[in-house]
């Protein structure tokens, strides 16, 4: 079975939002070297990734995804 893509957290400490953009609630923090579990294509330069079964967005400028 395939592993499933993951995006890795390359700034200090960033937040996960609820949209994709600075205008989503905050949902959780995350820090850098943290791998998140991938949740689809990027939107306008956002991320989505699953937290805990719920699914938020991180800023593009501070992750990226990993290539599987």
């Known amino acids: 079975e395939p592993t499933k ?3 890795k957290v ?3 400490s960033v937040y996960l939002r609820t949209l994709p ?3 989503g ?3 959780a923090v995350v820090h850098l070297g ?3 579990p991938s949740a689809g ?3 306008d330069g956002w991320f989505p990734v699953d937290r ?3 699914m938020c967005y991180i800023s593009g400028k501070y992750s990226t ?3 599987n």
Do not use: C, F, K, M
């Open 10 to 12: 390359t700034g200090g």
């Open 65 to 67: 995804a990993l290539e």
């Open 34 to 36: 943290d791998l998140l």
């Open 25 to 27: 609630a905050i949902r």
């Open 52 to 54: 805990d079964g719920v």
């Open 5 to 7: 893509p993951q995006v």
């Open 21 to 23: 953009s600075t205008s």
């Open 41 to 43: 294509d990027a939107v």
